[in-house]
């Protein structure tokens, strides 16, 4: 037996094996998506209890979508008003949710999933710059930081 750099002991005569975990690619893209002046000015302007959707890294890149209703359906259905026409997402992939002034995407029992930063959901809150991806399609959410008040 060797001793190995941890101190635990392996085999001689067998090679240490060590995973490496890639942890660039994993980091939230979100992070280093820039708006542009347009996106920007539009995330500024967005009225209470609403967000914001941006799309980056696909065919729909710079495309946005208002979220500004209590749900708001993304799919491959003709009738999503999110509809993203790729097939690897359901026609009732997903569904934006507004829960007073939060927003929360809940998974519709998708075939392919709904990643937000990376990880497979069933349901989450959303916070200002996550990664939310349905198929090909990546898009960071941006809430509307105005309250009622501000009106």
Not at 22 to 51: F, G
């Amino acid at each position: 037996m060797s001793r190995t750099q941890n101190g635990s002991n392996a085999p001689q005569g067998e090679p240490e094996t060590t995973s490496i975990q890639i942890v660039a690619e994993v980091l939230s893209h979100a992070a280093s998506h820039k708006l542009s002046p347009e996106e920007s000015s539009a995330v500024s302007a967005l009225p209470p209890r609403s967000a914001l959707l941006v799309a980056h890294d696909s065919g729909a890149t710079g495309s946005r979508f208002l979220l500004d209703r209590d749900e708001v359906p993304a799919g491959r259905h003709p009738s999503s008003e999110i509809f993203l026409d790729d097939v690897t997402v359901s026609r009732r992939h997903a569904r934006f949710v507004r829960r007073g002034d939060t927003f929360e995407i809940i998974d519709s029992g998708s075939l392919n999933g709904t990643y937000v930063n990376g990880d497979r959901v069933d349901s989450v809150q959303l916070d200002n710059g996550d990664e939310v991806q349905i198929g090909k399609f990546r898009f960071t959410f941006y809430r509307s930081l105005r309250s009622q008040s501000d009106q």
